[in-house]
């Protein structure tokens, strides 16, 4: 079946572990795509697994764009369960992005009820993260199947940080006498979120399509095959925040709660704790079982897979896990002599992006209010910290509004290819060294 107007979706073609699914778009919305050739690679084999589930990996990347867009989607045949939910997922994008019409629609020829055995396992979403640990511990009865994607924080071309990151979680999952499986994807690939950005961003809030749009439901899409195989009924994606912090988010319960296909219902799981709650959730864990857990929170790539203990996430959470008596040094990061005031130093100018103002009020929260209780190496900077008063930084400053610009004019190229063709000595002249690091570690 094929319709002159809108995204048309060939049947996928199977080769064992690999799903490949290609799809036409309408010349009017070209731009928003890269390719047209998607593919998913599991570590087991989906030969077995009908095409009406198989198609879901895709679907649920580019849906979003044809809504945004107001195009249709045509497809063969489709899930029933996963077709009827659709109107749900329009429903919590509306809500999250009041201006965005949501009224294209997913058309199919076939709509295939899909039933599997009822098991009663379940799986998550896993990076080796503070969500993703706080997740499994929190269902850690179930011992949930671990599902780790290549292609999401690690790109398909960098196999060495890959490499890093699927020994880090096959010996996390080890630990927590888990099963951990691996998918590869092109999903970012496919899509030019430079330009949906440029089209859609004032509709998202700024946020990057990544971040604002695409990574609930389509990580969790991609998991689907996988789902099918195993027998999963119950999908876990660990929540990033609470319902506190009230900022339109691309995975979300209102999204992530509604998507569904055979016999497996997707929850989003843990939105009722903060990042600390998180952090004081494994930090009781790693007390009780005397564990040195390795925890993987850095998402920039040019650190090899591993945390730099450099950038925000970084230092955020290994503060963090100082104010819960945490050596952060046992858990996959290294704390150096200067980090306390180079953080103090990012604060206090500025360089960090006021909108992770929430979570270092959150951290605030949770230091003790006697500080004389706390670890003398660091006593002087949470003194500090819990006195200081964020509410000055609510509103974007002259250095946040200029990294954020430069940012986005630089992000069309790779941050190692930016740090060799600029001469940094002339740039130190023209900036601060800390404003220029600042503004890198932003990309």
Not at 23 to 48: A, C, G, L, M
Not at 261 to 288: C, M, P
Not at 429 to 441: K, R, V
Request: hydrophobic letters at 40%; glycine letters at 6%.
């Amino acid at each position: 079946m094929k319709y002159k107007e809108g995204i048309n979706v060939l049947n996928p073609v199977k080769f064992e572990n690999t799903v490949i699914v290609d799809f036409t778009v309408p010349n009017n919305i070209e731009k928003f795509f890269k390719d047209q050739r998607f593919y998913v690679e599991y570590d087991s084999n989906i030969n077995n697994i009908p095409d009406s589930i198989l198609v879901i990996p895709l679907l649920s990347n580019i849906l979003p764009v044809a809504w945004f867009s107001g195009v249709n989607v045509i497809v063969d045949e489709v899930d029933e369960k996963f077709y009827n939910i659709i109107p749900n997922i329009q429903a919590g994008f509306k809500n999250l992005y009041p201006k965005v019409k949501m009224e294209s629609k997913l058309i199919a020829k076939k709509i295939i009820k899909n039933e599997m055995k009822e098991s009663g396992r379940s799986a998550q979403l896993f990076s080796g993260g503070i969500d993703s640990l706080a997740t499994y511990i929190r269902r850690i009865g179930e011992k949930p199947n671990l599902f780790t994607i290549w292609g999401a924080d690690v790109n398909l071309y960098d196999k060495d940080s890959w490499e890093k990151v699927k020994n880090y979680n096959i010996k996390i999952a080890n630990k927590l006498e888990a099963q951990v499986f691996f998918i590869k994807s092109n999903f970012t690939l496919i899509l030019n979120t430079r330009s949906l950005g440029e089209e859609y961003g004032h509709l998202i809030n700024g946020f990057h399509w990544w971040a604002g749009v695409q990574h609930g439901f389509g990580l969790v899409g991609l998991c689907s095959p996988l789902t099918y195989v195993k027998e999963i009924t119950t999908f876990y994606i660990p929540a990033s925040d609470t319902a506190e912090f009230n900022i339109p988010w691309g995975s979300h319960p209102l999204i992530d709660n509604e998507i569904k296909w055979a016999n497996t219902e997707v929850v989003h799981e843990s939105y009722d704790l903060s990042r600390q709650g998180k952090i004081h959730l494994i930090s009781r864990f790693i007390k009780e079982n005397k564990d040195d857990l390795q925890i993987r929170v850095c998402w920039q790539a040019d650190h090899n897979g591993g945390n730099c203990s450099k950038c925000e996430k970084c230092c955020r959470t290994i503060v963090g896990l100082l104010v819960e008596n945490i050596d952060p040094n046992f858990h996959g990061f290294k704390v150096t002599g200067d980090f306390f005031s180079n953080v103090k130093n990012n604060i206090l100018k500025d360089f960090w992006a006021y909108d992770t103002i929430p979570y270092w009020k959150d951290i605030q929260k949770k230091i003790p209010l006697n500080i004389r209780m706390v670890d003398g190496r660091h006593r002087d900077f949470l003194f500090w910290l819990k006195n200081y008063n964020f509410d000055k930084h609510i509103k974007p400053s002259f250095h946040t509004k200029i990294i954020k610009s430069i940012g986005r004019i630089l992000s069309v190229f790779s941050k190692k290819f930016i740090k060799k063709i600029i001469n940094l000595k002339i740039l130190m002249y023209l900036l601060s060294s800390d404003f220029l690091i600042n503004t890198f570690n932003f990309l």
